[in-house]
């Protein structure tokens, strides 16, 4: 419990990078939760942490409004079209975080990406670092992952979640997701919370 008390605390406090890191992912949300996320992605570029901005490149699905009206979203905050890239995904009937991990770290690998910024909202930053560092380790352990939780919101206010189908306050959502790591560490979807943390301790030394 200690050592996912220390994860936890690293990740939404993450240290920042000495560098610009080449883009920063928005984990996939529904209109609920998307514009705190949209609230990092300008923060970010206007402290140029980063130049670009990556969503995935899917039509609506499993509560994601898509790339085309996040992207127009985005362009109506004052990011040009070069500051935002589509994550290539293919053919999914739906999305999930872990299919949204593989893409994105297949992406930055073919891409030539070396460091990244994942964006979630806070109650999903936990799980959304944990798995995006999991395919990391698997496929591409140069990558360096570094986290940048979404802007908070009301943690009482009641919120679509989850693929679109999961309705509760966001305080609940933290318990929900506190379940699905242990779900997904039993079948091994999910790192260790141990490998998770060796991973953010050594990602300096990567090449």
């Known amino acids: 419990m200690n050592n996912l008390f220390e994860l936890l605390t690293k990740i939404l406090c993450d240290s920042r990078p000495a560098a610009s890191v080449d883009g920063a992912y928005l984990y996939c949300q529904t209109e609920s939760s998307q ?3 949209f609230q990092a992605a300008l923060t970010l570029l206007d402290n140029s942490l980063t130049s670009k901005v990556f969503i ?12 085309a009206k996040w992207s127009e979203r985005l362009q109506e905050l004052g990011l040009s079209p070069g500051h935002i890239e589509g994550v290539e995904i293919g053919e999914r009937e739906a999305l999930n975080t872990l299919i949204e991990s593989e893409a994105l770290v297949r992406y930055a690998q073919q891409r030539g990406y070396h460091s990244l910024f994942v964006v979630a909202p806070p109650f999903q930053q936990l799980r959304a670092v944990m798995t ?14 570094y986290s940048y939780p979404a802007v908070a919101m009301s943690w009482q206010e009641e919120v679509i979640h989850s693929q679109g189908t999961l309705r509760a306050i966001r305080s609940d959502l933290i318990h929900t997701e506190l379940e699905r790591i242990d779900i997904y560490q039993r079948k091994r979807d999910l790192a260790s919370v141990e490998k998770v943390l060796f991973y953010l301790n050594e990602r300096k030394t990567f090449a």
């Not at 899917?58 to 790339?67: E, I, L, Q, R, T």
């Not at 995006?132 to 992952?145: D, F, K, M, N």
């Open 56 to 67: 995935l490149n899917s039509s609506a699905k499993s509560g994601y409004p898509g790339f």
């Open 35 to 37: 514009q705190s996320l």
């Open 132 to 145: 995006a560092v999991t395919i990391a380790i698997r496929e591409y352990p140069q990558l360096r992952i």
